[in-house]
């Protein structure tokens, strides 16, 4: 059994350890922006096929005590590279820290890179070749105040992308982020969902993926995943889980009950490119739409947005001027629907003026935010706006 840390949008860790032990692992325990836990070659591989929260997936190797940058270039230089990876794969050091007393972690990336290559050297009289665009192997050291812990990475780039997305736009939302609000929200597959400002479709995606069981790694190509590059790879193995993967798959005909629409022609022709490029064309229904105007798709269902807020909407006084329009439309348009917004802002849930079911922390990237949940229960808006009222009062 080998130990592994998973890491993963802060917020999400409890979502990422339900995925975890559903690829076989063991001694699963949750901890700040990942998963420590313990498994097989094929819950490595399982994980990074499978699960739709991680970010990426370490592979522990060694870990110890330090008091200086000698101590991390021994620990490094300790371990026998050559059995973990050929001197022919490229590599490149990745390091990051927490309260770490060292001063410089580019000097440090810089003694491990030497302490892997001198190693290297010294048990095959040649030394592997740097690549910091795109590294065969990628080892990470992790700094605590005091201890050093070395990974290598199984995952190669990051998991968030699947690979669909052709057609982008400014600040898009990380898939596995999107995947972990779907859950956070309570959506099933089957349940009516809409996203109104679906921008490049990031939500659109996952949820289609979703309702067809599809694997998220299934969409890499050959050589992708880290692991793929380490002397322990099984090519069986994986050959083995990728089939049973795609016999999972679901066939379906016709549109999914999944909507999307934005106010911006050229997003919902972004969404159409990228739904296309996965293979989901004709299966989610978009439109152009603003969402101050647009009704519901059905009578229930859940809604869920990344508005734009701050930086990305331009003004306080913009934002000051939207939040009470959306939460009029959401009174007169999407009643019994449950309505989640991720949002920086924490002024929305006054501004809009409705009274929030859920609140739940979360992180887009460095940014804190906070997922608001709204139950917009039929014949109760009134009330809503009664109770938010007598709370700023």
Known sequence: MNTYFATCPRGLEELLADDLTACGGMQVRPVAGGVAASGSLEFAYRVNLESRIATRLLHRIASADYRGEADIYKLAYDINWHQLFSVDRSIRVYVTAIRSPLKSLEFITLKV??????????????????????????????????TATLYLDTSGEPLYLRGHKLAKVGAPLKENLAAGILCLSGWQPGTPLLDPMCGSGTFLLEAAQMTLNDAPGLSREQGGFGFEHHKTFDAGLWRSLQRQ?????????????????????????????????????????????????RTAPAASGVLVANPPYGERLGSASALAAFYPLLGNALKQHFAGWHCWFLSADTQLPKRIRLQTSRKIPLYNGALECRLYGFDMVAGSARRNVSAQDKKES
Request: one cysteine or more; a neutral charge; glycine letters at 4%.
């Open 245 to 293: 993967a795609a016999e999972r798959r679901c066939m379906v005909e016709g549109p999914l009950a999944i909507f999307g629409s934005d106010q911006d022609v050229d997003a919902v022709s972004r969404s159409r490119q990228n739904l296309a490029h996965a293979g989901l064309d004709g299966l989610v229904v978009l439109e152009k739409s603003d969402l101050l105007h």
């Open 113 to 146: 890179k030497d302490a892997v290559c001198d190693r290297f050297r010294a048990e095959t009289s040649r030394r592997p070749s740097v690549n910091t665009k795109n590294p065969e192997v990628r080892i990470h050291l992790f700094l605590t105040d005091r």
